[in-house]
């Protein structure tokens, strides 16, 4: 049985070299446990369904069946998956099967950690920032200190990014930019500040993905970035676009909470 406080992970990797460095990059996350490295996605489906991990973290070529196909296959109890490969373009395949992230090879620690920054939120389905004192072991050396910093800014409201389908491409959003989000049925209008983008996503959906404290539901609607409110009137909430946008009667309470408390 898995450690509560801990995220078991399995690694599926035929490159030796990219394995070790996964490997490694692992070890100095307090909170992830190394189950198994696996070299082919035959191995990994067996070891996926009995060892039941938290993450998988897959490569798009691999021997005999592919990491998208790995992935397809995955149907029940499904974890949170990273996706690597050296070509730019398997990103697209990569969320069209919600992958919860995906990586460039050659991939930095630094990239790494917000890797697994989006796994821990979304796993948990955090409301708030992840520390990164959780993710780096206390050292004194100057360049421990120096990469701390950098992952601190890295790991801020504003450095987070999330990705979105728009029409046939995807887009990597700040979400620091985003204003407010409108619900339109089976769709959202995701509102900028100059534009907007329609996406195919529900509203319960984009407050997964956005899933910080910045961001407050408003109603059925709407979900609005705090930090873009100018004033709340009655039962409205004015925004920087100066538009004004309803509060729902059984939201009412929350958004009190959120904004006043």
Not at 24 to 34: E, H, K, T, V
Not at 130 to 141: A, D, F, G, T, Y
Not at 142 to 154: G, Q
Not at 170 to 196: C, F, P, Q, W
Request: aromatic share 8%.
């Amino acid at each position: 049985m898995n450690n509560p406080c801990q995220l078991s992970v399995i690694i599926v990797e035929n490159d030796q070299t990219d394995a070790s460095t996964l490997k490694q990059y692992i070890s100095r996350i307090p909170f992830l446990n190394l189950l198994t490295v696996c070299r082919t996605a035959i191995d990994a489906l067996d070891l996926i369904y009995i060892k039941k991990p938290d993450i998988i973290i897959v490569d798009v070529n691999l021997p005999m069946m592919s990491g998208l196909e790995l992935i397809s296959g995955l149907t029940s109890q499904k974890p949170q998956i990273i996706l690597t490969s050296a070509h730019q373009q398997y990103a697209f395949n990569g969320f069209e099967l919600d992958v919860t992230d995906f990586l460039l090879k050659p991939f930095d620690y630094q990239r790494f950690i917000k890797a697994i920054c989006k796994v821990k939120q979304r796993h948990y389905n955090l409301n708030s920032d992840i520390s990164v004192k959780e993710l780096m072991p206390k050292r004194n050396s100057l360049l421990e200190d120096l990469n701390t910093r950098t992952a601190t800014k890295a790991l801020s409201k504003e450095e987070r990014f999330i990705w979105v389908k728009v029409d046939k491409k995807m887009m990597n959003l700040n979400t620091s930019e985003i204003v407010y989000v409108e619900g339109l049925r089976d769709y959202v209008k995701i509102h900028l500040a100059k534009m907007n983008y329609v996406v195919n996503l529900t509203m319960t959906k984009t407050e997964e993905l956005l899933g910080n404290s910045s961001f407050i539901r408003v109603n059925r609607s709407f979900i609005i970035n705090k930090s873009f409110i100018i004033c709340v009137k009655g039962n409205t909430i004015e925004t920087s676009l100066n538009n004004s946008l309803p509060i729902g009667v059984n939201y009412k309470d929350a958004v009190k909470q959120l904004l006043f408390n």
